[in-house]
């Protein structure tokens, strides 16, 4: 980074962090509001800091840096469903679920179960969620610090992922701890606005790069996903070679038996999450809690429904051509979570004759060493391996010390969930298959069961952090500036969550169980230490997440593990909405069944694709709520009654606009589906 970068990205954060705290200031200090103000903002926010807050909360390093991975793997465009339907789920939220939620007056999420059901039902929802929470909020951390961690190795320093996640976490703890949820929508305001034009600078300037490309990868194929490196015609233009090379890649409606996001999942599954999180989230619905009025909460919820139909093209395309354009940078990366697994596959495979070890491999070794054969080279301190600057992906740098404590379990299987694999890595692969089957063989005779290590052929959660640090132009503040704004993204997420956290803790478990009678000063001094207490989590848990083992998307962490919650809560609040005799046990059922069938279902039959089991589990929650309302009905239905002054009369041209964004979004599903293709 330049010095001009240097100050633009410490004048964006300084001013990120000032204007949340000075927007806030003086809030909960008043003994009769406070609570209100800190967990709500005093729900006096505007429709355009709603709508920025919704989409600077959301858009995160999950999707800079695990969309953006995503969509440089075989998923491409296809990932852009994230987006495309929540669009329409968010129209759909403003207009059937907002008007009863803040006609309630309710704080958080869990609360309106109690409101509809029973305590019991609130306390499972708080509880789970809190445990859903601690996970997020160290999977955000960790994707911003890895971000971070690959932008400093290319200017030639190493900066761990606990110091990355720490400085991460402080700045974010910093002004949700002071302010509240008036502090977190002002900064979102800015960092809002960063993101989307931050997302658009990468993409022009991949554009560019690609323009001046003389070769590129290229997936041939999605279902296989197998990858060519192609020299690109002369004098082509950038959009030219764009579709050229990613033309299979454009393709919104992948085959049924895809692993990540089949074509199934579309017509169900998909739509799970997308209404739980953006209409039952506590860290999102609370922007919309806060809201000055029903209008105002509307008119900001479709504001932030017409952003999310541009994301995709300032996250995802990237990201499509961050792997045309550094695959070999992507394979690189992933020596850092291949060593310790080829180390186990060589102990457990003494005979290969693909992966060997060796002591002070020298750099022109390293250069020269060919490709299909892996070298673990050995050295005798951190500092030795440092120092080698030569990178190739078939030589895995290690300490002699780690690789001699390196133990594999007995009847261990080596596979990758990585489609290129295959084709990257042939002769490797065709080994694996062999050595797996025999390992198979002998489990099943000695009736024991087997343990999985995972390789990876690339690290595609680093498209981001590539197109960052080789395509934006140095010494015009414009490095500085995206990074800010991705920093940003990391921040108002964690902060967004921090808030809720806190939030559900202090409402739905200490001021119900612990002191009901409790002073607003004590339950806003609570949250504060809420938030302290929930980034050390988040900073502890960040640097766990790397390894390829628990999966190789952090964005596929963090879809999959809100399954155990998301089909449950969201049968049980529609359910609760739509059928008013439905009785209190019934809430309670249903989101003890999600939560252990979706498990069992995990555990029980693993190839079932988690957007496919979220689908079976909220269609099995729905079936039994159904039994037992009619087989124990409430006596007289419940009538929703109004607990709030705030004004509930619903935005007409927000409707109007709403409609508008759910046709828009058709289209573009129509644009990049087969048929359009071919048009």
Not at 17 to 44: M, N, P
Not at 302 to 308: N, Q, S
Not at 577 to 600: D, N, T
Not at 632 to 649: D, G
Request: glycine share 8%.
């Amino acid at each position: 980074m330049s010095a001009i970068d240097i100050v633009v990205f410490v004048a964006f954060v300084a001013t990120v962090i000032g204007v949340g705290l000075y927007k806030s200031r003086g809030e909960a200090t008043h003994s009769e509001h406070g609570a209100s103000d800190y967990f709500l903002a005093g729900r006096g926010l505007s429709w355009w800091l709603i709508g920025f807050s919704l989409i600077a909360a959301n858009i995160s390093t999950e999707q800079f840096v695990g969309m953006s991975g995503q969509a440089a793997n075989w998923l491409g465009i296809a990932i852009a469903s994230y987006e495309w339907m929540a669009a329409i789920t968010l129209v759909v939220v403003a207009f059937v679920f907002l008007p009863t939620f803040l006609k309630s007056g309710i704080y958080t999420m869990p609360e309106f179960l109690e409101y509809r059901y029973n305590g019991t039902a609130r306390n499972i929802m708080a509880i789970a969620t809190l445990f859903i929470y601690m996970l997020l909020l160290g999977s955000v951390t960790y994707s911003g610090a890895l971000t971070i961690r690959t932008l400093a190795a290319q200017m030639g320093y190493s900066v761990p992922l606990a110091m990355s996640s720490l400085v991460i976490g402080i700045i974010a703890m910093c002004y949700v701890a002071a302010g509240g949820l008036k502090a977190c929508t002002w900064a979102d305001l800015i960092q809002g606005s960063a993101l989307i034009l931050g997302g658009a600078v990468i993409m022009i300037y991949s554009f560019l790069k690609l323009g001046q490309a003389d070769e590129a990868a290229r997936i041939v194929d999605v279902t296989t996903g197998a990858v060519a490196i192609e020299a690109l015609k002369p004098g082509a233009g950038a959009v030219e070679r764009f579709w050229e090379l990613n033309r299979v890649r454009m393709n919104m409606f992948l085959p049924k038996t895809d692993p990540v996001l089949p074509c199934t999942a579309l017509i169900l599954g998909l739509w799970i999450p997308n209404f739980y999180y953006w209409g039952l989230n506590q860290y999102i619905t609370q922007r919309t809690l806060g809201s000055s009025s029903l209008s105002q909460g509307q008119r900001g919820i479709v504001f932030a429904a017409f952003l999310k139909l541009l994301i995709p093209f300032v996250i995802v395309i990237p990201g499509i051509i961050a792997f045309n354009l550094f695959a070999g940078n992507m394979q690189e990366e992933s020596v850092k979570d291949n060593a310790a697994v080829f180390a186990k596959y060589l102990k457990a495979h003494a005979g290969t004759q693909l992966v060997i070890a060796r002591e002070n491999v020298t750099e022109d070794e390293i250069a020269a060493w060919p490709s299909g054969k892996f070298v673990i080279a050995l050295y005798g301190d951190e500092a030795a391996v440092k120092a080698v600057k030569v990178r190739n992906p078939f030589v895995l740098p290690m300490l002699k010390a780690d690789f001699d404590k390196v133990s594999v379990k007995p009847h261990t299987l080596f596979k990758s969930e990585d489609k290129a694999w295959t084709s990257v890595m042939p002769a490797l692969a065709a080994e694996l298959e062999t050595f797996n089957a025999g390992v198979e063989q002998a489990a099943k005779a000695a009736g024991v069961k087997t343990s999985t290590e995972k390789f990876i052929a690339y690290k595609y959660d680093t498209a981001m952090a590539q197109l960052l640090g080789k395509v934006l132009p140095n010494g015009v503040g414009l490095v500085g500036f995206v990074l800010a704004a991705l920093l940003g993204a990391v921040v108002s997420s964690l902060a967004a969550m921090l808030n809720a956290a806190s939030t559900i803790f202090t409402m739905d478990i200490y001021k119900k169980y612990v002191s009901p009678d409790a002073a607003q000063k004590t339950v806003v001094f609570l949250g504060r230490v809420c938030v302290v207490v929930f980034t050390g989590v988040a900073v502890a848990l960040a640097p766990q997440l790397g390894n390829p083992k628990i999966s190789n998307s952090i964005f596929t962490i963090i879809q999959e593990s809100q399954g155990f919650i998301s089909p449950g809560i969201l049968a049980v609040f529609v359910f609760g909405l739509v059928v008013r005799r439905a009785p209190g046990i019934s809430g309670v059922v249903g989101l003890l069944c999600s939560i252990f069938g979706y498990g069992l279902l995990k555990v029980a039959v693993p190839s079932i694709q988690f957007l496919n089991r979220m689908a079976i589990c909220f269609v099995a929650c729905l079936a039994v709520m159904t039994l037992i309302t009619l087989a124990k009905p409430l006596a007289q239905p419940i009538v929703f009654q109004q607990k709030t002054t705030l004004e509930l009369k619903t935005s007409r041209g927000a409707l109007y606009v709403g409609i508008g964004v759910v046709v828009i979004t058709l289209v573009l599903y129509v644009l990049f589906s087969p048929i359009g293709l071919a048009g």
